[in-house]
């Protein structure tokens, strides 16, 4: 008598923990690189496989593409998708040597007149990209794509010659800023937490802390959220928390909340983790592969800017 094949043992029980249920998420949508990202920033995974994951979207201009950035898809280097390798290369310590070489000689070639970046360089032209990062022939210097560069390499002690010029256009900008959004405000804070004037970047992280209230661009109480005005061409409910500005305890923005308001704003930052483990893309959808694609990334930031304030993600 033939013997019947057993049944398949079934899976075990899933782990209620933030962090068990995010990597399930995480297993689920997401692409290689933010699989080696997750596994080394919350189960002791090395650092080589993160490496070679993200050389996957280097160009041999020295710059990153290939829709590392999920809004700008398409091949081609872009000052964002260099700016997110940065941040990768950062986050698992090898932000130096010919690797970042590399980057400064592409971030040099596609720096405009006064030498800082472009959101979008031209080159994009002819390659989806979302509608609020448009294509333009002659586009101008943004602080949005050059503060968290110059940020990262001053953080990482590189000195290359780009940096001199993309430092002092930081510091022009952000010390005549009268008026800005959220994500400008991030990209300034990105450059103050690691720029070598500390004097400075406290005076100017102050100035640029009252402004953020006085327009009232972080929401202090999450329960009441639309109550406070939308950044325009913003999607709805794009609103920005105090753990926006302030990923961690030591950033400079920090000091522009008080101890209740960050904590509403973590308790509301911890249950905003959905059902199926991921937190939420509030930005702008227009397509299906980003929207997937950035839902891992935002989740692991979650996870990372509970855990640097002492909560419990499992």
Do not use: K
């Not at 994500?183 to 300034?188: I, L, P, T």
């Amino acid at each position: 008598m033939a013997e019947t094949a057993a049944a398949p043992s079934a899976p075990p029980p899933a782990a209620s923990s933030p962090l068990a249920r995010a990597e399930h998420f995480v297993w689920l949508t997401a692409r290689v690189l933010e699989q080696r990202i997750f596994a080394h920033e919350f189960r002791g995974g090395g650092a080589d496989p993160v490496e070679t994951a993200l050389d996957a979207y280097r160009n041999e201009d020295g710059g990153y593409g290939h829709a590392l950035e999920p809004d700008l898809r398409g091949p081609v280097s872009q000052p964002l998708h260099t700016a997110h390798a940065l941040r990768v290369l950062d986050l698992i310590g090898r932000c130096g040597g010919a690797r970042v070489e590399r980057v400064c000689r592409y971030l040099t070639a596609v720096s405009t007149p006064d030498g800082a970046l472009p959101a979008v360089h031209p080159g994009q032209r002819g390659y989806p990209a979302a509608p609020f990062v448009p294509v333009v022939d002659d586009p101008p210097s943004d602080l949005l794509a050059t503060g968290p560069v110059v940020g990262l390499l001053h953080r990482n002690a590189v000195w290359h010659a780009w940096l001199f010029r993309a430092t002092d256009f930081c510091w022009q900008r952000i010390e005549s800023l009268e008026n800005s959004h959220p994500y400008e405000v991030e990209a300034a804070v990105a450059f103050l937490d690691s720029a070598p004037d500390r004097p400075r970047a406290q005076a100017a992280a102050e100035r640029l802390g009252r402004l953020v209230r006085e327009r009232r661009l972080a929401v202090l109480d999450p329960a009441r959220a639309q109550s406070w005005p939308l950044a325009p061409g913003y999607a709805p409910g794009e609103h920005h928390f105090p753990y926006d500005f302030a990923r961690t305890p030591d950033s400079l923005a920090r000091a522009w909340f008080t101890d209740e308001e960050m904590a509403r704003a973590l308790d509301f930052l911890a249950g905003r983790q959905q059902e199926d483990g991921g937190w939420p893309v509030t930005w702008r959808q227009w397509a299906p592969a980003p929207a997937l694609e950035a839902r891992p990334m935002v989740t692991i930031e979650a996870l990372r800017t509970l855990r640097a304030y002492g909560r419990g993600i499992g």
